[in-house]
């Protein structure tokens, strides 16, 4: 089993709709987990984090954790066409706060 | 504007050559920095970990003798590919510790080698 799995997708949305993008995490120790978009040929730049169970809203981004499933969500709201790039998945590694394990990554394409 | 400097963002060479990449912090310092590879349509991999003032901690299958990283000061880790080959081909993208351990990426660097 892979540490942090993802889809790779591609998931195709048009304008306008809800993006869900979903991963899940092997080890119960991670306490910190993030959302990181990178187009091609870029690096990865932060779209969220999130610490405890439940939502976190920002702009057209939630961030969606749930510790006993193991499993941590990204929606983003009204798609646009520069959202089109690949989301990674990113867990801290337990014991350490700022190592990261990422998946992947899930290509997101938004039509027109 | 960029807060993570990595440079150079390309470079081609012959193999047998060894390639410097720089990662500097530009408004802060960064006791930890981390150096990742990224295969095609991959994941970042962290390769190891830059500690300022001291020696770097290597990931398990990375060899140290490959990949030699210098972190002189809080705001330049240095990663040299020695006698690079061409499965060494990849990009490679270093990140920088900051306040309350927010992580901040450089542009990355795509090494090719003939």
């Known amino acids: 089993q892979k540490e942090v799995e993802q889809n790779s997708g591609p998931l195709s949305v048009p304008e306008g709709a809800i993006a869900s993008l979903n991963c899940t995490y092997s080890d119960r120790g991670s306490q910190s987990f993030f959302w990181y978009r990178q187009y091609s040929g870029k690096s990865p730049e932060l779209i969220m984090s999130?610490?405890?169970?439940g939502d976190k809203e920002d702009g057209r981004f939630t961030a969606q954790l749930n510790k006993a499933s193991q499993y941590v969500s990204l929606l983003i709201r009204d798609s646009q066409p520069s959202d089109s790039a690949t989301y990674l998945c990113a867990v801290n590694r337990p014991g350490t706060a700022s190592k990261l394990t990422f998946g992947t990554g899930t290509r997101l394409q938004v039509t027109l | 504007g960029a807060v993570v400097s990595q440079h150079p963002s390309r470079v081609i060479c012959k193999s047998g050559t060894s390639v410097k990449i720089e990662c500097r912090s530009l408004?802060?310092?960064?006791?930890?920095m981390f150096w990742y590879r990224q295969f095609p349509k991959q994941s970042l991999m962290l390769m190891a970990t830059s500690n300022e003032g001291s020696k770097a901690t290597y990931e398990q299958g990375v060899e140290k003798d490959k990949f030699l990283i210098n972190h002189a000061s809080l705001t330049l880790s240095t990663l040299t590919v020695t006698s690079a080959h061409p499965e060494d081909s990849s990009f490679y993208i270093c990140?920088?510790?900051?306040?309350?351990?927010?992580?901040?990426f450089g542009d990355g660097t795509r090494l090719s080698i003939l």
């Open positions: 408004d802060f310092q960064a006791t930890t």
């Open positions: 999130i610490y405890s169970n």
């Open positions: 990140s920088a510790r900051a306040v309350e351990d927010t992580l901040h």
